[in-house]
């Protein structure tokens, strides 16, 4: 029955990534290479060696990053950007030129709405064009009769101001027209819808033959168009973390279907109120979209402070991983080496890598445990 220990284990494998490290050592004298030696302590950390110059050392380094938040969240359209498509004449929908998630230019023809609505404003602008007609000749006739003394001044000024009222009544009839979509010259009773801006409907709250505009149908937005090309990143940060998120910062976000590529946004809004449930607030991160992002996506954001955190790095293969623990080997003096449980952190360029515990700037540990690694398998 074996009794070994974890602890037995990792120092058994450690002396023989060590032992295999050594490599064969050349003896002048005989020609041959001669076998590096390991030598068992008592102490289960750490490692005794017969030349420690054969395992190169390096510096453990320092480098100050920005502090970090993860945190996650998911895509919602830009609120700013978001347009409702609003049918003004009320009646029944005759043709839809455009669907639900569809990709649409401004101006682009969206449907048609058969409206009496556009019955009753013509027939508004006709009355209104012959009262005005009616109320001209009035006029005219009066400054005929008054430049002949057949009329006071008074009744000139009625007739004038007759004339004005009718003008203002035909001006607001075309208005009204024009505001439904008709052209006074070539009137119709359907009403082309057109999109007032670019971009995706993202909602579709009308079908063929049905009712539209509010008298009908209750609303009058047809469409929601938005213009996706700048997205809404909604984060969840609780409360304690909150002190740690500032208006402007940077932020990193790496998205659950594009794994590795990583966008850049900015934070641009930190939520005032907290979910009473949960104790977090919402902190908004506008992102610029060439079309990765997908309304709902769940994202990973990262929050860079301006404030810096040093950080300790070393060389990423002076790092020993094994059993989800990592490890580092130090000179500990006599042809000695010391195991040292280490916490590792994120990546850096250079193939550096973070430590968070256990070693400080300066310190020394053998530069690369992957080679002993190598030389281990190889023999």
Not at 326 to 332: C, K, Q, T
């Amino acid at each position: 029955m074996n009794n070994s220990s974890p602890f037995t284990t990792v120092f058994c494998l450690a002396g023989c990534l060590a032992l295999a490290g050594c490599g064969n050592k050349f003896n002048p004298a005989s020609g041959e290479a001669q076998q590096a030696q390991v030598t068992q302590t008592g102490d289960a950390g750490l490692i005794s060696v017969q030349d420690p110059s054969q395992f190169p050392l390096v510096a453990a380094g320092r480098v100050d990053t920005p502090s970090k938040l993860d945190v996650t969240g998911s895509v919602f359209p830009d609120i700013d950007r978001e347009v409702p498509v609003i049918s003004l004449a009320s009646g029944r929908v005759v043709d839809i030129r455009a669907r639900l998630d569809d990709n649409v230019k401004k101006g682009q023809l969206l449907l048609k709405v058969q409206s009496p609505d556009i019955s009753s404003a013509f027939n508004t602008y006709l009355k209104a064009v012959n009262d005005e007609q009616l109320a001209n000749k009035a006029y005219v006739r009066a400054q005929d009769l008054f430049a002949h003394g057949a009329i006071a001044q008074a009744m000139l000024e009625q007739e004038q101001d007759t004339e004005d009222d009718a003008k203002a009544d035909l001006a607001a009839a075309e208005q009204q027209l024009a505001t439904l979509g008709v052209d006074k010259n070539h009137p119709s009773s359907v009403v082309n819808v057109y999109a007032p801006i670019s971009g995706v409907i993202i909602a579709q709250n009308v079908t063929n033959a049905a009712a539209a505009g509010v008298t009908y149908s209750g609303s009058s937005t047809a469409f929601t168009i938005a213009d996706l090309s700048v997205v809404w990143v909604i984060c969840d940060v609780f409360e304690n973390d909150l002190p740690q998120v500032r208006l402007g910062e940077d932020a990193q976000i790496r998205l659950s279907a594009i794994p590795g590529k990583v966008f850049t946004g900015r934070v641009s809004d930190i939520g005032p109120v907290l979910d009473p449930a949960i104790r977090t607030a919402k902190v908004r991160i506008e992102v610029p979209n060439s079309g990765a992002f997908r309304l709902g996506m769940y994202v990973t954001a990262t929050l860079l402070s301006r404030d810096t955190v040093a950080h300790v790095v070393v060389p990423a293969t002076a790092i020993l991983h094994l059993h989800d623990r990592d490890w580092v080997f130090e000179p500990a003096g006599n042809n000695q080496f010391k195991r040292v449980e280490v916490t590792t952190g994120d990546m850096m360029p250079d193939n550096m890598q973070q430590v968070l515990s256990n070693i400080a700037p300066g310190q020394q540990v053998v530069r690369n445990v992957l080679e002993l690694e190598a030389t281990a398998e190889a023999q």
